[in-house]
């Protein structure tokens, strides 16, 4: 494609308007600043909280397409956030309500749980007398719906109070007082992220097919499982802090691939930048929709990815489209 430096570039200015206006929408007048503890204390963090989910989950949506060449693979479709999820679940009824290092206990579990499943979903694919892409997709998907079933039993057995909190825990936030939960979501982005960019040449020809990519001398074990870990990190780690935030890391990705093409080396800085930018858009929405309530962030995502699923679904590719 012609002209991606300027995509490009667009993306970044968005995003660096977008990060720097985001804080005031929803404020009536300039005089509303005045209580300024709460702006840069609750407003702002909450802004860089966003930017970094949405990045984190986009990122990692678009290298799971590429690895498995299926345009619906999502952190959510390899069993990551219901990993994460129940982990939380399980913090949650049993009433855990210590914290480590300013990390609260929920959090610690569902990084625990994500990383669970990561475990899991590999050892369940290398039990098979061949590893393939695909035995990985089922055993992702497998181990998705027992992670699920486990946090409908544990639900069950709650009482009110710990279903409520369950249930709202489920739908996603990025509610946060202080930058403790930027800082903590910070590493495992920005390296997770890092790793993906130093490895878009491999994904390139991994999302043309293994075959080609063995021929080019890409080794293709090691490279799945080097991206795979640093995507199922990078998710654990914003699934621990902000919930399981669906449908981002499937939409992001597709909508930069129809502005921007398919090569990785654009691809993979367009995604980081746009998927920061629609989760960001997504809780001002919320914010705003029925102020001042708030809607969970995660129920807006829901409802554009389900339109959007339904028409990836439907839609025709053209004889030159990419798999992924």
Same mark, same amino acid.
């Given at each position: ?8 570039a667009?993306f970044?200015?968005?995003a660096?308007g977008?990060?720097?206006?985001? &804080?005031y929408?929803?404020?009536v ?5 005045r209580a300024?503890?709460?702006f840069?204390q609750i407003?702002? &963090?909450?802004v860089?909280?966003?930017f970094?989910?949405g ?5 990692? %949506?678009?290298?799971?397409? @590429?690895?498995?060449?299926?345009p ?6 390899l069993g ?7 982990g939380a679940?399980?913090a949650?009824?049993?009433g855990?309500t210590?914290s480590?290092?300013g990390v ?5 579990s569902a =990084?625990a749980?994500a ?6 979903v ?6 098979r007398?061949?590893?393939?892409t695909?035995?990985l997709l089922?055993? %992702? ?6 992670f ?5 039993f544990?639900q ?5 109070t710990s279903?409520f ?15 403790g939960?930027?800082?903590? +979501?910070l590493p ?13 040449r ?10 080609l @990519?063995?021929?080019r001398?890409?080794q ?6 080097v991206l =795979?870990s640093?995507?199922?990190l990078? +998710?654990g ?6 919930g399981?935030?669906g449908f981002?890391?499937m939409? @992001?990705p597709?909508i930069?691939r129809?502005?921007i093409?398919t090569?990785?080396r654009h691809l993979?800085p367009?995604t =980081?930048?746009?998927g920061?930018?629609f989760l ?9 929709l029925?102020? &001042? ?8 995502t ?7 699923f339904v028409?990836l ?5 053209? @004889?030159?489209d990419s798999?992924?």
């Amino acid at each position: 494609m012609k002209h991606r430096g300027w995509i490009l570039a667009g993306f970044a200015l968005a995003a660096w308007g977008g990060v720097a206006l985001a &804080p005031y929408f929803g404020v009536v007048s300039l005089s509303d600043l005045r209580a300024i503890p709460v702006f840069w204390q609750i407003r702002v &963090p909450r802004v860089l909280l966003a930017f970094l989910a949405g990045s984190g989950l986009a990122m990692a %949506g678009m290298t799971f397409q @590429a690895l498995f060449r299926n345009p619906l693979a999502t952190p959510f479709t390899l069993g990551v956030s219901s990993g994460a999820a129940f982990g939380a679940t399980a913090a949650i009824r049993l009433g855990w309500t210590a914290s480590l290092l300013g990390v609260s206990a929920v959090s610690l579990s569902a =990084f625990a749980g994500a990383l669970a499943s990561l475990v899991l979903v590999y050892g369940v694919a290398m039990a098979r007398s061949t590893f393939s892409t695909s035995a990985l997709l089922l055993a %992702g998907a497998a181990i998705s719906f027992f992670f699920w079933s486990l946090i409908l039993f544990i639900q069950y057995l709650s009482d009110f109070t710990s279903s409520f909190r369950i249930l709202r825990w489920l739908m996603g936030g990025l509610e946060t007082v202080g930058y403790g939960a930027v800082l903590d +979501v910070l590493p495992f982005v920005i390296s997770g992220s890092a790793v993906i960019l130093c490895f878009t040449r491999e994904l390139n020809l991994m999302a043309a097919g293994e075959d080609l @990519a063995v021929s080019r001398g890409v080794q293709v074990g090691v490279v799945r499982a080097v991206l =795979f870990s640093a995507s199922t990190l990078m +998710v654990g780690g914003v699934v621990a802090l902000c919930g399981p935030i669906g449908f981002v890391g499937m939409m @992001a990705p597709h909508i930069c691939r129809l502005l921007i093409g398919t090569e990785h080396r654009h691809l993979a800085p367009a995604t =980081f930048l746009f998927g920061g930018l629609f989760l960001l858009a997504c809780d001002a929405v919320a914010r705003l929709l029925i102020a &001042p309530a708030e809607i969970p962030v995660g129920v807006i995502t829901a409802l554009l990815g389900g339109p959007f699923f339904v028409w990836l679904l439907l839609r025709r590719p053209s @004889a030159g489209d990419s798999p992924v």
